[in-house]
């Protein structure tokens, strides 16, 4: 059966990369990398059977599989171990593909260790019609493990992630708008993220110790921020949120920027403090009922809840 193989530089033009993504080498092969959940790949196809995904087995050996989901025709997501073979059998006719990186382990070395998604190829039938799928808004997410999708759905590495269930994935949908997630379990203004990630004002602009990311100016930027700085006192918070917002500024300065208030109303009175006189906008969630996994990580329903109301906030403020 003859195929139509698409490497790292074809993936890079004929689709829309959404999120953190760059050509790496790794294993000696070129590949379509990211360190971030919710980095998605979205394509219109059509004239093909099926869609073949050819990834390394490349988090760490001793925990589970870093895994993918596929979203067609914007159903239900199907979630595939990256160490399993992923197809998805398809007809003829055309059809709107999403891919995400969905769930890999805090132990994957990812900002030193090229352990990231590394996507070798896609294949399709010989055939196939591939464009890129770009939506009408752009929105990126910077935050720490809830803004990436940990633990949604239990307390499993890997397969109980879930960024396109979590807060920013059920906000995207809502408004059918493209996410930038810039997040990392555990991480925060003070606090080292796992899987040996810097400080929030050190991953904003880089994708892993050696690749930078280049900021997205006109997009809107949402903060969720604070929750992991929890020990230290509300005025050495202060300090490092109004240098963080002075990066924002410096890097951002025509993006429209919103801050959430942590979910546990971690420093609260510091965002009022910071927000109140400046031109952003600080979103209250006391009122948001987002229940958690674990006290920490928005359930399934914390999630939607949040998303729900976060993605209002936006209709009715910026969009």
Not at 8 to 14: G, R, V, W
Request: aromatic residues 10%.
């Amino acid at each position: 059966m003859l195929e139509k193989i698409l490497l790292s530089a074809d993936i890079s033009t004929m689709t829309n990369l959404v999120g953190r993504w760059t050509v790496k080498r790794v294993h000696g092969i070129d590949t379509i990398y990211s360190t971030n959940l919710g980095s998605a790949i979205k394509f219109n196809l059509s004239h093909s059977e099926f869609f073949k995904i050819d990834c390394f087995n490349n988090g760490n050996y001793f925990s589970n599989p870093q895994e993918l989901a596929i979203r067609v025709d914007g159903q239900l997501w199907t979630r595939f171990r990256v160490n399993e073979l992923i197809y998805l059998p398809l007809n003829n006719q055309p059809h709107q593909i999403e891919v995400m990186f969905a769930g890999n382990s805090d132990f994957d070395e990812i900002w030193t260790g090229k352990q990231g998604l590394a996507i070798k190829q896609f294949v399709f039938s010989d055939n196939a019609q591939i464009s890129p799928l770009v939506a009408k808004h752009q929105i990126t997410f910077v935050g720490d493990s809830i803004t990436a999708g940990r633990w949604v759905t239990g307390k499993n590495a890997s397969m109980d992630d879930s960024p396109y269930q979590n807060f920013v994935g059920i906000c995207s949908d809502i408004l059918h708008a493209d996410a930038t997630y810039i997040a990392y379990s555990a991480a925060g203004l003070f606090r080292h993220g796992l899987g040996g990630v810097p400080t929030t004002d050190q991953y904003l602009t880089q994708l892993d110790s050696e690749t930078e990311f280049t900021l997205n100016t006109e997009n809107l930027v949402v903060i969720n921020i604070g929750t992991n700085d929890s020990i230290h006192t509300n005025q050495e918070f202060k300090d490092k949120l109004i240098n963080f917002y002075d990066l924002l500024q410096s890097n951002l300065s025509s993006a429209k920027l919103i801050f959430i208030i942590p979910f546990n109303q971690a420093f609260e009175s510091v965002f009022h403090e910071v927000f109140d006189d400046e031109p952003v906008i600080l979103v209250e969630t006391h009122e948001w009922d987002v229940s958690t996994t674990d006290q920490v990580h928005p359930n399934l329903r914390g999630s939607k809840n949040a998303g729900t109301h976060l993605a209002n906030l936006i209709q009715t403020t910026v969009f």
